[in-house]
């Protein structure tokens, strides 16, 4: 099993960026597919964006696509999710999640993932 905590969440406006990390330990995360995943009070958890083992390959709905990027570190055991133009919608807790199973574009529910990091606080104002 490998031990993610995500970090860089916080409060912003309408338009700013951040940049969400997730630090592993435990584990190489080379093994894994890695993705983020976001919950609003009261909704399900939703699929964020996912990478490819080697960090070749991403995947995003059309909800964050062209406005998130999903990045990986291998050596420094890291995956980031820049976030731009964001939205009053885009509020949510971010997980980052790892799977030694599947592929990145298949990996599109939560229960693809058996590895959760206990997430980060993003709110977006208006």
């Known amino acids: 099993q490998v031990q993610l905590v995500e970090s860089g969440g916080g409060l912003v406006q309408a338009g700013d960026s951040l940049r969400l990390s997730c630090a592993a330990s435990?584990?190489?995360?080379?093994?894994?597919?890695m993705a983020w995943f976001r919950q609003a009070p009261g909704k399900e958890r939703e699929f964020v964006a996912s990478i490819s083992r080697s960090g070749s390959s991403t995947y995003y709905p059309d909800p964050v696509k062209g406005r998130f990027t999903i990045s990986r570190d291998n050596a420094k055991n890291t995956v980031y999710l820049q976030m731009n133009s964001l939205k009053p919608e885009d509020t949510a807790v971010y997980y980052c999640?790892?799977?030694?199973?599947?592929?990145?574009?298949?990996?599109?529910?939560?229960?693809?993932?058996?590895?959760w990091g206990p997430g980060t606080q993003v709110t977006v104002s208006s």
């Open positions: 435990g584990r190489t995360i080379s093994s894994y597919v």
């Open positions: 999640a790892a799977s030694l199973s599947g592929y990145y574009k298949s990996n599109v529910t939560p229960r693809d993932y058996n590895n």
